[in-house]
């Protein structure tokens, strides 16, 4: 059983998706392309967003995807890794921040009655 965790996005794949739901994807690539246009915000940073937004979400093709697109871009590789990092203190500060739950249920479940 030689089969890695993630199949890899092929033709056939594409085509699948496309056969079977044609409406949706032609307006998620729409909507893809709107985003990533050049706005108020430059293609450049657009897509160094979607690279530390891959990395949240862990998706490993749009990791794949947005980091060369980034490059494309014009990031180099120091501001690709530095997004990256502001990512993983983001998803960080996320855990940190939300110790104020488990706290205070602590001061709940501790409280005497």
């Not at 915000?41 to 979400?57: C, E, F, M, N, R």
């Not at 180099?76 to 205070?104: C, F, K, P, T």
């Amino acid at each position: 059983m030689d089969q890695a965790m993630y199949p890899a996005a092929t033709k056939e794949i594409a085509k699948k998706r496309a056969d079977l739901a044609p409406e949706p994807l032609a307006a998620f690539k729409a909507f893809s392309r709107a985003v990533f246009a050049q706005g108020a915000l430059d293609v450049k940073t657009k897509q160094l967003i979607a690279v530390a937004v891959a990395h949240v979400t862990q998706c490993p093709y749009c990791i794949k995807g947005h980091t060369e697109g980034a490059s494309k871009a014009g990031a180099s590789d120091a501001e690709i890794m530095e997004a990256i990092w502001v990512a993983a203190e983001m998803r960080a500060g996320g855990a940190y921040a939300h110790s104020a739950l488990a706290l205070q249920t602590l001061d709940h479940v501790h409280k005497p009655e």
